[in-house]
Structure formats: C-alpha cells, structure tokens
C-alpha cells in the first residue's frame, strides 16, 4: 500500500515523530493537533477500517489499546484521556488505515461532535 501515508511512515519513507515502534504497532504524533497530546496509533498492517477488521486481528487490536494505555502513562495524562476510532467517510476517517486517536492533556467535553 504504497500510496497509505500510514503504510509509508510504518516504512520510515514518509517523516512522523514517532513515539513508539515495536512488529506490530506505530505511535506518532498527529500533524494537527486538537489536544495537547494527541498521537495516532496504528496497526503496522495495513486495515483500511474498523468495517475490514477480521477475527485474526484481535490480538493486534488488543495491542492498539496497551499501547495507548503505556503512551497515557508516558505523557502523563492518566488522570483523563479519551480514544477515538473513526469509521469510515461519515464518521470523518479522512487516512483510510485503520488508527486511534489518542487525546489529552486538556478537559475533553460531550458530546464530541
């Protein structure tokens, strides 16, 4: 998937800061942030959406959230963050490579949007 901006940064062919890398999973920071922490976590693996997500994927899915429970920790905002999984066009997935969004660092209201 050449033409995924997601699948290129995985690759080290397009520039991210990334925060965190292991085989399965690739954290960077988002280019336009609507919280003061805010990073998007992604599965190495190319999953356009959540409507693609297959049972063999569990275990990478269940990674995203350790992930992002180690990244809360690491930028200290345990005291309150959200997740967020957009889906498709509707739901405002602009990358279409499955990612989690997450925000904090500030009070988050409801409903988002």
């Known amino acids: ?51 693609c997500i297959e049972p063999g994927d569990a275990n990478t899915l269940g990674r995203l959230f350790l992930v992002a429970r180690q990244l809360a920790e690491q930028e200290n905002i345990t005291d309150g963050y959200r997740i967020v999984v957009n889906s498709g066009r509707m739901a405002g997935q602009s990358v279409y490579h499955l990612h989690m969004h997450l925000l904090g660092g500030r009070r988050l209201s409801w409903p988002p949007g």
Request: aromatic share 6%; charged share 20%.
């Open 1 to 51: 998937m050449s033409e995924c901006i997601f699948c290129r940064i995985v690759q080290g062919m397009a520039p991210a800061r990334v925060i965190y890398r292991d085989e399965e999973i690739t954290a960077f920071h988002d280019i336009n942030p609507q919280a003061p922490v805010h990073i998007l976590i992604i599965p190495n693996r190319h999953i356009t959406s959540v409507a």
